[in-house]
């Protein structure tokens, strides 16, 4: 597994070795989610490269960028044993010389949900992802579910700007009790951990409640908020019942629904979602 930090390195490695590759973009502290993206993208591709990259642009001033867990020398472990070929890691600068002045900004899809609570943060991910697309040159990139907005707002971008990639997107991977895998579950507690389970409570509610012929959405996400109501540690940023092509919020679910949402539970915000209909 080659190891580089420049970008002339990612692609002399990516010319060098012939046949497909798929990326996968991870910002590290790997969690059995990441692994199951880079085992897919080695099980399709003959190639399979990853990034490990704290991108700086997609967190707000108020948020945890320096706090965000690392942990390098365990994510190459993890990377080596689950078969990837080439691992970037740069620093920062390399990613964003100085004098460092083009973004990227998808539109209406960015808006609502995650968009609303944190207005820089597509700018970041479609930023830097559209930067990784150029530098790694993959055939196929993985994505999970689990930031389904973030699928919406990517695939938006390589449609609009001509990428020639297939978006693969993975199912959510969950621990046993439900809670979706994410790197900042490590914030929690134990008690804020045993609290946690609630989010995913809320949405089997919901699909539930969907797949028995409940088709207001207003409903449903009053029971999503019934649900998270009482759980006292859980604090509701937003529930949706939304479009999941446009992301807008939806009267009437019967033709499927994203339903999703955020929580902060003490310094943790979580989101998850579930797809019905789909
Ligand atoms: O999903 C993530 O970990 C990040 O948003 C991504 C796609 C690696 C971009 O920094």
């Keep these: 597994m080659h190891v580089v930090s420049s970008v002339a390195d990612v692609r002399r490695i990516r010319r060098e070795l012939a046949g497909s590759w798929g990326l996968v973009p991870t910002m590290g502290f790997l ?4 692994l199951a993206l880079v085992e897919r993208a080695a099980a399709e591709n003959d190639h399979v490269g990853v990034s490990i ?5 997609q967190f707000g001033p108020a948020e945890d960028l320096t706090a965000y867990p690392r942990d390098i020398g365990r994510d190459l472990e993890l990377l080596r044993e689950a078969g990837a070929d080439l691992v970037w890691t740069p620093p920062v600068d390399e990613v964003y010389p100085p004098g460092y002045q083009t973004y990227v900004a998808v539109e ?14 597509f700018r970041g991910v479609a930023t830097v992802v559209a930067k990784l697309f150029n530098v790694f040159q993959p055939d196929r990139a993985y994505f999970g579910q689990k930031d389904a907005q973030q699928v919406v707002v990517i695939r938006q971008m390589a449609r609009d700007l001509d990428f020639p990639i297939e978006i693969v997107v993975c199912p959510i991977v969950r621990e046993p009790d439900g809670l979706a895998m994410s790197s900042r579950n490590i914030y929690l507690t134990p008690e804020q951990r045993a609290a946690a389970p609630a989010l995913y409570r809320a949405l089997c509610a919901a699909r539930d409640a969907w797949r028995s012929g409940e088709h207001d959405a207003g409903r449903l996400r009053q029971i999503m908020a019934g649900i998270l109501a009482a759980e006292t540690l859980a604090e509701v940023e937003y529930v ?15 033709a499927g629904a994203l339903l999703s949402l955020a929580v902060r539970i003490g310094r943790a915000r979580l989101i998850d979602n579930v797809l019905v209909g789909w």
Excluded: W
């Excluded at 969690?31 to 990441?34: R, T, V």
């Design 31 to 34: 969690h059995a989610g990441h």
């Design 53 to 57: 990259f704290v991108n700086p642009t």
């Design 108 to 121: 209406e899809v960015t808006k609502p949900l995650e968009g609303a609570a944190r207005p820089t943060h």
């Design 240 to 254: 949706s019942a939304a479009d999941p092509i446009t992301l807008v919020e939806l009267e009437d679910a019967a």
